[in-house]
């Protein structure tokens, strides 16, 4: 299966030195590396340390509205998951996701002080719209999500999961593509 990926970046044009006239044949350096430096200093101050700052304003504002919800330490989740797509009737389609995991608890001191298994499942409606001979396609869904089977969880990453039930009900999707 192909992929395509976005890519965002900001340019930068280059600044270039004050060049004298004695300097001809002499020096082949036409770059101002210190212009260059500060200008993209000063860019990633003004646009991304300063979108930095907002989110982390926002997160702080959240923890004092609701408190913490973040898990005391860290859960790593491995899996591979196999799905299943039934083309129902035109372009009205249904797929089934199982995804078993593995998971690892490491407390915040970095110790690992557990392990568990984690089965999730996924249950989708959708219809699929093509476009230009079947090249593009876009396929709207609906879908509900579960997690029944969920073991060996340490109690303090149990007690903010039971914040939550274990199923989603309806969550809306839009998947877009390309075939090659």
């Known amino acids: 299966m192909k992929t395509i990926n976005f890519c965002f970046r900001v340019n930068q044009r280059f600044n270039l030195k004050r060049y004298r006239f004695f300097e001809i044949g002499t020096d082949h350096y036409y770059y101002d ?8 200093r000063n860019m990633s101050d003004a646009c991304y340390l300063e979108a930095n700052r907002m989110f982390l304003d926002m ?3 959240s923890h004092e509205s609701y408190g913490s919800q973040f898990y005391p330490g860290r859960l790593r989740e491995i899996g591979l998951g196999v799905s299943y797509q039934r083309m129902l009737w ?3 389609f249904a797929t ?4 078993p995991l593995l998971k690892t608890y490491v407390d915040e ?3 690992r002080i557990g392990n568990g298994f984690k ?3 996924s249950y989708h ?3 699929h719209f093509s476009f230009f ?3 593009f396609f876009i396929e709207p869904q609906i879908h509900f999500q579960n997690w029944f089977i969920d073991t060996n969880t340490p109690q303090a990453f149990k007690d903010i999961d039971n914040r939550w039930k274990n199923y989603f009900l309806l969550e809306p999707n839009l998947y877009f593509g390309v075939k090659f």
């Not at 210190?34 to 993209?40: D, G, K, L, R, Y």
């Not at 089934?96 to 995804?99: A, F, P, R, Y």
């Open 125 to 127: 409606i959708g219809y």
């Open 96 to 99: 089934v996701e199982v995804l």
């Open 119 to 121: 089965l999730y499942t």
């Open 109 to 111: 001191d970095r110790r």
């Open 133 to 135: 001979k079947n090249r």
């Open 33 to 40: 590396d210190f212009a260059n430096e500060t200008s993209v």
């Open 59 to 61: 997160i702080n504002k």
């Open 90 to 92: 035109k372009g009205l």
